[in-house]
Nanobody, 115 residues
Framework: QVEVVESGGGSVQPGGSLRLSCTAS????????IGWYRRAPAKQRELVGT???????KYGDSVKGRFSISRENDQNTVYLQMNSLKPEDTAVYYCNLEQRWTTYWGQGTQVTVSS
C-alpha cells in the first residue's frame, strides 16, 4: 500500500510565498510521477505541476513562472514552492503519486491567499 501526505498549507497575503511538501511512503517503485493539483470552490480540479523520478517537470499554465517543483528521490518527497501568490491561487492542494497505472492521492492541504 502507498500513503501520500501533504503539509505546509496555510494563509498568506497576496504577493507572498508558501512551500508545500508531499511525501509518499510504502511500496514505491523506481519509476513514478508525483504531482500537485488543486481545486478551488465551485471549480474543476486543475493541474499545478508534476515531476517524474527522472526529473521531468510539467507545470499548469496558470502557475508557470511563479511556482516551482523539486524532488528528493531518496525520500520520495516533492516540494512545491509557490511565489507571487494571488487570491485566485486559493484552493485545496492535493498531491498524488502515479506508478504502474495506479494513482494514490493525499488528503489535501488548504492554501488561502487573502489580504
Amino acid at each position: 500500500q502507498v500513503e501520500v501526505v501533504e503539509s505546509g498549507g496555510g494563509s498568506v497575503q497576496p504577493g507572498g510565498s508558501l512551500r508545500l511538501s508531499c511525501t509518499a511512503s510504502g511500496r514505491i517503485f523506481s519509476s513514478n510521477v508525483i504531482g500537485w493539483y488543486r481545486r478551488a470552490p465551485a471549480k474543476q480540479r486543475e493541474l499545478v505541476g508534476t515531476i517524474s523520478n527522472s526529473g521531468l517537470i510539467k507545470y499548469g499554465d496558470s502557475v508557470k513562472g511563479r511556482f516551482s517543483i523539486s524532488r528528493e528521490n531518496d525520500q520520495n518527497t516533492v516540494y512545491l514552492q509557490m511565489n507571487s501568490l494571488k487570491p485566485e491561487d486559493t484552493a485545496v492542494y492535493y498531491c498524488n503519486l502515479e506508478q504502474r497505472w495506479t494513482t494514490y492521492w493525499g488528503q489535501g492541504t488548504q492554501v488561502t491567499v487573502s489580504s
